[in-house]
């Protein structure tokens, strides 16, 4: 059953808005400095509160890397996530065609496997120079 979207108060709109401006994937304190330009009395709970409801409603991606706060990507098309070794700066990267991973959705060992996620590490365009 598909997520149900999140009702979209003024606050919501304008944290949407301009994480959808950004391509930094932006912490959530990140993003409060950004939103607060444009709401001066918002607060980062409010951010935090609003993000976790646009995450889990589908209008956004949460990106959730072990070691690192969260980030968050205002484009949900399917594409991955490469964290930077060097400077951690995450990036989108499409890989397209190529690689072939395996469906492995469906029950496996009395659970239901729904997807997965696939964290890649290199070195950022800046970094390699």
């Given at each position: 059953?598909?997520p149900?979207i999140?009702?979209?108060?003024?606050?919501?709109?304008?944290?949407l808005?301009?994480?959808?401006?950004?391509?930094?994937?932006?912490?959530?304190?990140?993003?409060y400095?950004?939103?607060?330009?444009?709401?001066?009395?918002?607060?980062?709970?409010?951010?935090?509160?609003?993000?976790?409801?646009?995450s889990?409603?589908?209008?956004?991606?949460?990106i959730e890397?072990?070691?690192?706060?969260?980030?968050?990507?205002?484009?949900?098309?399917e594409?991955?996530?490469?964290?930077?070794?060097?400077?951690?700066?995450?990036?989108?990267?499409?890989l397209?065609?190529?690689?072939?991973l395996?469906?492995?959705?469906?029950?496996?060992?009395g659970c239901?496997?729904?997807?997965?996620?696939?964290?890649?590490?290199?070195?950022?365009?800046?970094?390699?120079?």
């Amino acid at each position: 059953m598909p997520p149900l979207i999140a009702r979209m108060t003024t606050q919501r709109r304008i944290i949407l808005e301009e994480l959808k401006k950004v391509k930094t994937h932006p912490t959530a304190d990140e993003l409060y400095r950004i939103v607060k330009e444009r709401l001066p009395k918002i607060s980062l709970g409010t951010i935090y509160r609003n993000l976790e409801t646009l995450s889990e409603s589908g209008q956004i991606l949460k990106i959730e890397i072990p070691g690192t706060m969260k980030r968050f990507d205002g484009t949900v098309d399917e594409h991955q996530h490469m964290r930077c070794m060097s400077c951690g700066a995450v990036k989108d990267v499409n890989l397209g065609r190529m690689i072939s991973l395996p469906d492995i959705t469906g029950d496996v060992d009395g659970c239901r496997i729904t997807g997965y996620r696939l964290d890649l590490i290199g070195l950022c365009p800046q970094c390699l120079k």
